[in-house]
């Protein structure tokens, strides 16, 4: 039992002996199941899609299922989709059975039971409890606790649509008492990665079943009854039934474990430990074969959970070996001891997310938890612990202390996204990891910001009610924008005084919930005992970045010394019909330099300011934004950016490298935006040739990726290419040199990011030397299939380039290999690269795959069929296909699942015609009843995005034509 929270000592006794006596009535339960079987089919659809999913009660004494709320009274508070006021649950009994064998019918199972005792915190004759696709066995049975007597049950039933049971009573439950609500139910362990469901993968040529947990957000309610709201934290007991040679797992140690004979077979029945007082979503129990190894990292037990072999091949020594320096790390940042006696890892073969916090059961894909030395890459081992950082910081930030309703999910999420670097700087102090925070989530985010259908951090708690628009909230916003704006807030208050007032917060919140403005009112105790000198208080200042959304372009001019800002939109002539409290200022926090000469900070809290200081002479140059610590764009007058392009040119390294990316990165946006002429943004990329860093490079390729995708299928693309060839030719000199023709690992971490630019960059614009190297490399490992001669760092670029180049051998090779693949990471680099085939027959039929459970995993539908849409030859097919296969699609990946926002991205990415955007108009009337779940946002985006590119594409196509011709001579 960890420090920090109180079990009672009735409830633990009580658990024990429930524990043995539930046991007949689990049993009764699978037998029930055949019975209710024919009611319980039903399309599995994705969580949190309220208008195709629904529970299905049995007949008799049980809950009947009524019309869903389209036809009730809307004033009726099962009609709304948030749980009232009136009841507070304090501790549960789980008691669940996965049958990891199917039954009669094909069909695996769970039986359960489960006990909440709640208090009445409001007089009330109605018990509303979250319940999901689960069949009720019997009617709920309500008892009074700690002297209460219960009022009788006159009626219950499920409410579809905002998956309730109701329970109506004869008379009032009493404010201030207490009682228990017990219930009895079976449900599918589906394979719909959602609730408690199924994971299946194959080990030695036998099928494996794992029973396992995805909550968040609103799926805790798909595995028992429940208060599936964060602001309802409880103490759970959870008991576990399963076969003894399986292990059981759940956020708290194992309090015991006895065997039974159930069924004619012996069973253990595992009993775990009360866990702390926490949130519905961060539950997690699993049971497995799966195998482990373990360390201590001080009183806490840490253990790496995965497949046998996968441990046994040493492929989670990485993880455990970051896992105890990371978490130290946390417990100094936080200045608050880890609360849990244990931290376990677990790598699932199918999980939707990247990695889940549950609280003392951390959840994972494989690729983001096992790592290889020979056969992952750089960016995988980067993945494994960044992510490994993110979901420590959850453990206190998000678990610890939690958001009270989802409208907030950005203060859990972005926080976690900004200190996961710092957590994974102290794990790889080498790497240098801070720095690439500006590329992977700064840059990454504007792009969604600067449009008009973006939205703000927070939302109103009342624009966030169903399990779909919180799932909405799983976004770039929420993650990237949330960490960028709390970097910018950290770098100005100082990091210790940020520290400071966060270590305060958790401290007086901790096994609570919060809302935002609780962080802002203890930075500003910390700022006020510091002496940091701001212009206004720390709540006025972020709430212009949290409460509207997008972001200023502050343009700077050298001449007047006039320094104005404006709402940044990627389309100027899009409306926004999202009114701003604050009419679209921002209080701008602008760190400068004249030459190498850094200036005191200049705050503009206003549309214009003037600092004389800005003004400069005709032999110096002024730089804003140093090291891109601000989440604003910058745009000088044409003089100042003449003389930046010119220092670039003879000697970049008195620029940042930072800011060499940030200049790449806002001139081609203002471009596209109208700010500046385009051919001034392509200048930027001119002095490429000579730098070798990778920052510069990425930025420049990221946003020549837009070019690409605008001019492919033009006559541009020629010149582009013969462009790319000349300025990456240095580059992969450079890199064949530094590496002894390829033998050798360059040293730095971004080095060897660079030296995948490289290639991926030489290889695709058709450097000959490049596609040589590939195909002879890849055609090495056809003829010995048992020995990859391909560099772990380069194997992407290198599959991809080969599979490009070569024909239905090269394919049909590399899906035998990702079929054979012993670790997540290279069938990752192998799904990636069978998309750059360039025969349509083989897409389609990769296409045909991806929606094939046997061939692809449903974890991984979504993103291969975008990998074939950013396929210039792929991206007409992949559109066909999502347009054919929409109820498909919809039904199986739509709703709550996080990826479904990225399809639609994906497949639109490349539209820019008159055409395409009607045909995106017909798809969304085509598919109103259908709907679009969480990628409901993603459409209107991509509507959006396909408008600004066919005006931008009008407007430049001329002029950057001419402009390749004559650079790539």
Not at 20 to 32: E, G, H, R, W, Y
Not at 798 to 826: H, L, P, Q, R, V
Request: proline letters at 4%.
């Amino acid at each position: 039992m960890g420090k920090g929270f109180y079990i009672s000592k009735t409830l633990a006794v009580v658990g024990i002996l429930l524990a043995a006596a539930s046991i007949a009535t689990i049993i009764a339960l699978a037998v029930v199941y055949s019975n209710e079987k024919a009611k319980n089919i039903e399309s599995v659809t994705p969580t949190g899609d309220p208008a195709t999913t629904g529970d299905t009660a049995t007949t008799g004494d049980t809950a009947p299922t009524k019309p869903s709320s389209t036809t009730s009274p809307p004033q009726k508070p099962w009609n709304k989709f948030r749980l009232p006021d009136s009841l507070k649950p304090l501790d549960y009994d789980v008691k669940l059975w996965p049958r990891l064998t199917p039954n009669t019918d094909g069909l695996y199972n769970f039986t359960g039971e489960s006990t909440v005792i709640f208090e009445c915190v409001k007089a009330t004759s109605l018990i509303l409890i979250h319940s999901k696709k689960l069949n009720l066995t019997e009617q709920a049975q309500l008892s009074g606790y700690a002297g209460s007597t219960p009022p009788a049950i006159t009626d219950s039933w499920m409410e579809k649509e905002t998956e309730f049971l109701v329970i109506q009573l004869d008379s009032n439950l009493e404010a201030g008492k207490t009682y228990s609500l017990l219930t009895r139910f079976v449900g599918e362990l589906a394979d719909d990665l959602a609730g408690f469901y199924r994971s299946e993968y194959m080990e030695d040529g036998v099928k494996k079943i794992v029973a396992t947990t995805q909550m968040q957000a609103a799926d805790a309610r798909k595995s028992f009854p429940c208060f599936d709201e964060p602001a309802m934290k409880a103490r759970f007991n959870i008991t576990l039934i399963h076969e003894p040679d399986r292990v059981a797992l759940s956020n708290s140690p194992v309090q015991m474990t006895t065997q039974e004979t159930l069924e004619g077979k012996l069973m253990n029945i595992t009993v775990f430990q009360p866990t702390a007082k926490m949130s519905t979503y961060l539950l997690a129990f699993i049971v497995s074969d799966f195998k482990f190894i373990e360390n201590m990292s001080g009183d806490v037990l840490i253990r790496i959970w995965a497949r046998q072999k996968a441990i046994v091949h040493g492929q989670g020594d990485y993880a455990l070996n970051v896992t105890g320096p990371i978490l130290k790390y946390f417990e100094s940042y936080y200045n608050t001891t880890y609360p849990l006696p244990k931290s376990d890892q677990i790598a699932l073969p199918d999980f939707n997310a990247g990695a889940m916090e549950n609280w003392g059961l951390i959840t994972y894909r494989e690729t983001a938890l096992l790592y290889d030395p020979h056969v992952s890459s750089t960016s995988n081992k980067e993945r494994v612990v960044t992510v490994i950082a993110h979901e420590l910081a959850h453990q206190w930030f998000g678990n610890l202390v939690t958001v009270r309703w989802w409208n907030d999910l950005w203060l859990n999420e972005g926080f976690a996204s900004y200190v996961e670097y710092l957590g994974a700087d102290y794990a790889e102090p080498s790497w240098n990891i801070k720095d690439l925070m500006v590329l992977n989530d700064v840059h990454r985010v504007f792009a969604v910001d600067a449009l008009a259908s973006s939205h703000p951090l927070s939302s109103k708690e009342d624009e966030i009610n169903t399990p779909a628009e919180i799932s909405e909230l799983f976004d770039a916003i929420s993650y990237s924008k949330g960490a960028s704006v709390l970097r910018m807030l950290s770098v100005f208050l100082t990091e210790d005084v940020f520290v400071k007032g966060l270590r305060t917060y958790l401290n007086e919140f901790q096994y609570n919930n919060t809302v935002y403005q609780d962080l802002w009112d203890h930075l500003q105790r910390a700022v006020d005992s510091s002496g940091v000198s701001l212009p206004h208080k720390v709540e006025d200042i972020m709430n212009r970045w949290t409460l509207q959304m997008g972001f200023p372009v502050v343009t700077i001019n050298t001449t007047t010394g006039q320094v104005t800002q404006k709402h940044f939109l990627v389309d100027p002539d899009s409306v926004v019909n999202r009114t701003s409290p604050f009419n679209y200022i921002w209080y701008v926090p602008i760190s400068w330099t004249k030459l190498e000469n850094a200036q005191p900070q200049y705050w503009l809290d206003q549309t214009t300011g003037t600092n004389d200081n800005m003004k400069t002479t005709e032999t110096d140059w002024l730089l804003a934004n140093i090291n891109c610590t601000g989440y604003f764009r910058v745009n000088y007058d044409r003089e100042n950016w003449n003389k930046l392009l010119q220092q670039m040119e003879s000697n970049y390294t008195v620029i940042p490298v930072i800011n060499r990316a940030q200049l790449i990165d806002d001139a081609f946006n203002l471009a596209r935006a109208g700010y500046i002429p385009t051919t001034l943004a392509l200048d930027t990329t001119k002095y490429l040739s000579k730098d070798v860093e990778y920052m510069p490079w990425e930025s420049a390729i990221d946003n020549l990726g837009y070019f690409s995708l605008m001019f492919d299928r033009t006559e541009v693309n020629g010149p582009m290419q013969a462009y790319l060839r000349k300025q990456v030719t240095p580059l992969f000199d450079y890199y064949e040199n530094l590496t002894s023709n390829w033998t050798a690992l360059p040293p730095g971490h971004t080095q060897q990011y660079n030296q995948i630019n490289a290639v991926s960059v030489a290889c695709k614009n058709g450097v000959k030397k490049c596609q040589e190297l590939a195909s002879s490399l890849y055609q090495e490992w056809m003829d010995n299939p048992s020995v990859n001669p391909i560099e772990p760092n380069l194997r992407t670029s290198i599959y991809c380039s080969a599979i490009s180049t070569g024909g239905a051998a090269e394919w049909d090779f590399g899906w035998e290999m990702f079929k054979n693949a012993t670790i997540a990471t290279e069938a990752d680099k192998l799904r990636s690269a069978l998309s750059c085939a360039t025969q349509p027959w083989i897409l389609n039929r990769y296409l045909e795959y991806s929606l094939q459970a046997d061939k692809i995993r449903k974890q991984d539908a979504t993103s291969t069929i975008v990998y074939i849409a950013g396929n210039v030859v792929g991206q007409s097919l992949a559109w066909d296909f999502i347009r054919s296969q929409w109820n498909t699609i919809f039904n199986q990946y739509g709703g709550g699942s996080f990826s479904f926002s990225s399809l639609i991205n994906g497949v639109t990415q490349r539209f820019s015609s008159e055409f395409e955007l009607k045909q995106l108009e017909q798809f969304q009337k085509d598919n109103a009843e259908v709907g679009f779940g969480s990628g409901t946002r993603a459409l209107e985006q991509a509507l959006e995005r396909t408008r600004a590119n066919i005006k931008w594409l009008s407007e430049n196509k001329a002029s950057v034509l001419d402009w390749f011709k004559r650079e790539s001579l």
